[in-house]
């Protein structure tokens, strides 16, 4: 409950009847859900490192500026929860992979 994963988004969406929520956040109540066995739908990003996102700021830097969102405070947070976040994903891929196999 504690971890910090990365989203970069502005839309939501419902998940389908007979899914299972997974995960959710206070601007955003669907971020992942399960349908099934097999089917894995996130709205977030457990595979991103800090040093990835550079390139997202410049790709993005018109969204951001105008969003007036602080590159610097991403740059902050990506070194401050990174760490955590990459150990956590790689937990969460070998377990998604384990349980579908």
Do not use: M
């Not at 066995?37 to 996130?42: C, D, G, H, I, M």
Request: hydrophobic share 45%.
């Amino acid at each position: 409950p504690d971890l910090r994963v990365f989203h970069w988004h502005g839309d939501t969406f419902d998940i389908p009847t007979g899914a299972t929520r997974l995960a959710g956040s206070d601007l955003y109540q669907n971020q992942a859900f399960t349908y099934g066995k097999s089917a894995l739908a996130l709205q977030f990003h457990p595979e991103v490192l800090a040093a990835d996102l550079e390139a997202w700021y410049v790709g993005h830097a018109c969204e951001l500026h105008s969003k007036r969102i602080d590159v610097q405070g991403l740059r902050a947070d990506a070194q401050r929860y990174g760490p955590a976040l990459a150990a956590a994903a790689t937990t969460f891929w070998n377990r998604w992979l384990n349980y579908i196999l």
